[in-house]
């Protein structure tokens, strides 16, 4: 049997985000190919099979991120599908398990804020530098969910582990589905 994940991508000019100057920044260094506005957050969205994960509104599941200065989560969440933007990815029950455990076991880890203003830089720490110091590792939104979809070989290892939301956001769109969260075996075609 697959299994399905999601990858929730939220736009810096989501009425979701707050004005402030972070988000201004994140914006800032996307670098995107038209004028829309930039992806700066990115969430991994576990869906296990037969359960209900889309409304009329949102879709809901498990979802493992990092917020500026939060610690790493594995929740409960619902995403609005008027703010969100999401690409689904089929993956097998061993590679789903594999990507939740990774989340569990890094659940409570800390923001990774020097690599989070110096991913551009080829000399950023690393999520895992920080174990050097005897740390736990650190994270970013995007950071996190890389490393889980390289631990469920969902992307190669040669994938940078550090890259901002939008370059996520245009790695995977070639490899997954766009999604509207919806429970398709609830709607109702009908052709006239």
Known sequence: MTHKIMLCFVRSDSDILEASWLNRAAASLAQTD?????????????????????????????????VYSGAVHLESKRF????????????????YDTMMNFCTDHKGDGFNHLGYFMFWSPIRPSPTSYT???MSPRWYCSEIVIAALKEGDILAEDVSASMHPHELYKLVQG??????????????????
């Open 175 to 192: 490899n997954s589905m766009a999604d509207c969260g919806r429970n398709m075996s609830s709607v109702n075609l009908r052709f006239v």
């Open 80 to 95: 609005s599908r008027k703010e969100w933007f999401f690409r689904s990815m089929e993956c097998s029950k061993g590679q």
């Open 34 to 66: 038209d004028d829309t506005a930039p992806f700066i957050h990115a969430e991994l969205l576990f869906c296990p099979p037969g359960a209900n994960t889309g409304t009329k509104d949102s879709v809901s599941g498990l979802a493992c991120s990092i």
């Open 132 to 134: 050097w110091l005897g």
